[in-house]
């Protein structure tokens, strides 16, 4: 079927060119070696064959002697090895896992795919032929000869927890996994690792939060319990709960509340029991009942329900408010108590708004008389008054002048104690510029150096912090008449979260043995001739200052001025 046949008769060629390439390869060389073709079998089968040849005389006829080995078999298994290692290298790089080939002595990094280099931080060519141990990609080297020891003595390394340094130097973990592999004749070792860094993160902080859940849940004061929803046995109860039963968590735990006999008939915390049946939570529901130690208490149960290992359960809290309510109860009675002595104190403003009155006009009239009449008396007959009656008649004149001061300054001292206040936010800068300005106008020929802080506000009522201020101003005035230079400031200091507002002066200043007194009404530390006054300037400015809840002091010393400090609460 062959012998004196043309391969093109015998329909061998599977490519027809490939008998032309044969024959160019043979014109132009004279012979080709190992030159790959593909035949077709008698059976249709096509093979791949290895042909080599060359030009040969047969009888002085050239002839061309062709031999040829066929390599179908180790063809296939190449395309097949082709086929895995293009699976392998595609299912390598594109991996969502960390995966790198490496040296298994030396570590030295023989391969790395994209997951890897983006974990670490690192590019290819800072990884690829560079050994671990000079990266310093292992945290703890002593991790490393434990891995490389298991994997000696089991063939592989199996979910291990491993600590990688990234090239940043943030140390991360991972689970790591790896196998022998052989490359080139040599064993190497081929790891997997998973970035679970967050993953411990969220357990340590799920262990810290369940931690912090159960210190809590033990030592909070209020009673706690946390029961199946489905069967009302108790799970947890908390150390106030078993110390308010008088029971024990043996007792306790895996028990119904009525196997543990807190449900007892005509308890009234079966109530809780009927709204739970209705509506499975429940907020501040106040109960009373008998503890087992025989006393009444009131309780507030809330309770709403939560899941516990995917079973619903119960948590109830109980909130022991019996203090509270019979406080509530003696505030009731005080509230009560307090409308009956307001209606007294109202009572007894009214009668001090009379002898107000009766002091205003009834007292006036001959204070008046007494001065008009010596007036007259003066001018009159002072022709027949010696020296020493009209020294008299002056005296009664300032004496009774004098009472109408002291009058004016206790109705005044009066009216602080019983007028309405309105809070509001006063600008004390602006109001102690007004008040310095007045006084500068009103002693033009005094050398007085006022110092007003700026951007000093505090709550209070208006009206009386301006006297609170003209009190203290005018007081550092004429306590500094006999200084030359005469200099007034004033300012706030904060303590912590507190301000204190002061008024400082260089003038005629204390004895401290004696500042107990400063602030009581016609209490007065220097001569009258001197320094004349009624004595009631910082009686009034102790009275303004309770009135807004704050506290008034002072501090000084003989001839070296004062410092009287003030809060408003």
């Known amino acids: 079927e062959v012998i004196g046949h043309a391969s093109k008769e015998l329909d061998v060629w599977v490519n027809p060119e490939d008998r032309y390439r044969i024959k160019k390869l043979i014109e132009t060389h004279g012979r080709f070696e190992n030159e790959e073709f593909l035949l077709r079998r008698k059976s249709g089968e096509m093979r791949t064959v290895l042909l080599s040849a060359e030009i040969i005389n047969i009888g002085s006829k050239p002839c061309i002697l062709t031999a040829g080995k066929d390599i179908t078999e180790r063809k296939q298994v190449e395309q097949a090895l082709r086929e895995s290692e293009e699976k392998f290298s595609k299912a390598f790089h594109a991996s ?15 391969d790395a795919n994209e997951t890897f280099l983006q974990h670490t931080g690192y590019t290819s060519k800072g990884v690829l032929g560079k050994k ?22 089991k063939g592989s390394v199996r979910n291990r927890e491993y600590h990688f340094r990234m090239k940043s130097g943030e140390i991360r973990v991972w689970l790591f996994s790896a196998d022998i592999v052989n490359i080139n004749n040599r064993q190497s070792m081929l790891s997997v690792t998973t970035d679970i860094t ?24 209020e009673t706690l319990s946390i029961s199946t929803l489905k069967e009302g046995k108790f799970i947890d109860v908390n150390e106030s709960f078993l110390k308010l039963n008088k029971l024990t968590r043996e007792k306790v735990i895996g028990r119904t509340s009525k196997e543990v006999n807190l ?7 079966n109530k809780l029991r009927e709204i739970l049946n209705k509506h499975s939570r429940f907020n501040n529901e106040e109960i009373e009942f008998k503890a087992p130690s025989g006393k009444m208490l009131t309780f507030l149960f809330s309770a709403d329900t939560i899941n516990i290992a995917g079973e619903p359960c119960l948590l109830i809290i109980g909130n022991d408010i019996t203090k509270r309510k019979q406080t509530e109860k003696n505030l009731q009675n005080a509230m009560a108590d307090l409308e009956l002595s307001s ?26 008389s007494i001065d008009g009449f010596s007036q007259a008396l003066l001018e009159d007959y002072s022709a027949k008054l010696d020296e020493t009656g009209q020294d008299y008649l002056n005296r009664l004149r300032v004496a009774s002048q004098k009472m109408g001061e002291l009058i004016d300054g206790l109705l005044k001292l009066s009216r602080l104690t019983r007028s309405e206040m309105h809070h509001e936010k006063v600008d004390l800068s602006s109001l102690a510029s007004e008040i310095t300005t007045r006084l500068q106008e009103t002693f033009p020929k005094r050398s007085i ?3 007003v802080g700026s951007d000093l506000t505090a709550n209070g009522d208006p009206q009386m912090l301006r006297v609170l201020l003209e009190n203290l101003l005018t007081n550092a005035l004429k306590f500094t008449k006999n200084t030359k230079k005469a200099r007034i400031e004033f300012g706030s200091k904060v303590d912590g979260e507190r301000k204190t507002f002061f008024i400082k002066d260089n003038g005629a200043g204390f004895d401290m043995a004696f ?11 220097h001569d009258t001739a001197e320094y004349p006054g009624t004595g009631i300037g910082l009686a009034t400015v102790q009275r303004i200052i309770n009135r807004h809840g704050g506290s008034v002091s002072a501090e000084g010393a003989v001839g070296e001025g004062a410092t009287f400090y003030f809060t408003l609460n």
């Open 449 to 451: 150096e006022f110092i």
């Open 263 to 269: 449900l007892k008939p005509g308890d009234k915390r």
């Open 96 to 110: 969502p896992e960390a995966i790198v080939i490496s040296n298994i002595e030396d570590g030295t990094i023989l």
């Open 343 to 368: 209606a007294h104190l109202q009572a007894t403003n009214k009668e001090l708004e009379s002898f107000s009155y009766s002091v205003s006009h009834d007292l006036r009239s001959p204070l008046r």
């Open 515 to 525: 500042r107990d007194k400063l602030f009581g009404a016609f209490q007065r530390l």
């Open 198 to 221: 967050e993953r411990k993160r969220m357990e340590q902080a799920l262990r810290e939060s369940e931690e912090k859940f159960s210190k809590a849940f033990h030592a909070i004061p």
């Open 132 to 153: 671990a141990s000079g990266m310093s990609t292992w945290a703890m080297p002593e991790e490393r000869a434990e891995m490389v020891n298991i994997l000696k003595e």
